[in-house]
């Protein structure tokens, strides 16, 4: 027992580390959830924002989506049906967002790279995977439906709008040709061909090359390592919450 325990006072506490100060401080705790989140980001599950009409009404402006970034880990092959969210070279029409002179809204944009909440500084684009390296792309004559290698595609089930076609009037045979048809083309390998479900106003793979009778250089494809990852979740707003 202490002389100051003797003498009836309390003994005086060891003064509180530094270290416990700032670990208990909440501004550590603010700061380490934005860390946390930040790295699940970069590694596991990306939040993005959807910009434009290019996939309604699968996805439609302003969701907010959930990103699989591990989906393709190991360098498999995104498949067909997939939707992806990839970096898009300058060969895409979609500018770049650029970066803000202003402090504030390029601390912002900081918030919207990281967190996924407005824009970012990134070039991503959100499409559906229709064909990958090896595949044939074609039209189907009779329906105007796209054919990968010999089988017809189902796409009822997500497809928006698309681009008139009326066999003996507006098809492939016709002048001007319906802007469903393209020449036939086989995917180079290591990439892949996207579309948005909103044919009629997507810029995508197949932009440059609608009406046919253009060469395979119209054709934007998109390689394999360029791809973030795969949709599987719209979280925001909560009326469109669920899977994709």
Known sequence: MSDA?????????????RLRRVTSH????????FAVLA????????????????????????????????????DPEPATGDIVVFAAS????????????DPLRFAARVVGEVFGI?????HILVKRVIATGGQTMAVDPATGGIVVDGVALDESAYVDLDFEFVPGT????????????????TVPEGQIVVLGDNRTNSSDSLAACRGGGVDASCLR???DDDVVGEVFSIVWPLPRFGGV
């Not at 003498?7 to 506490?13: F, L, M, Q, S």
């Not at 300058?90 to 002179?101: G, I, V």
Request: glycine share 6%.
């Open 221 to 223: 494809t998109v390689r």
């Open 118 to 122: 407005g824009q970012g500084f990134s």
């Open 170 to 185: 507006l098809d492939c045979s016709t002048s001007p040709a319906s802007l469903r048809c393209f020449d036939e083309f």
């Open 26 to 33: 909440p501004l550590f705790h603010l700061v380490a959830a």
């Open 39 to 74: 790295l699940v980001q970069a590694f596991f599950v990306k939040v993005y924002a959807i910009p434009s009409a290019s996939m309604d009404d699968t996805l439609a402006v302003g969701d907010r989506i959930l990103v699989n970034r591990l989906a393709y880990l190991g």
């Open 5 to 17: 325990e003797l003498a009836g006072t309390p003994a005086k506490r060891a003064p509180r580390s």
């Open 90 to 101: 300058d060969t895409w029409d979609e500018a770049p967002p650029e970066p803000p002179s």
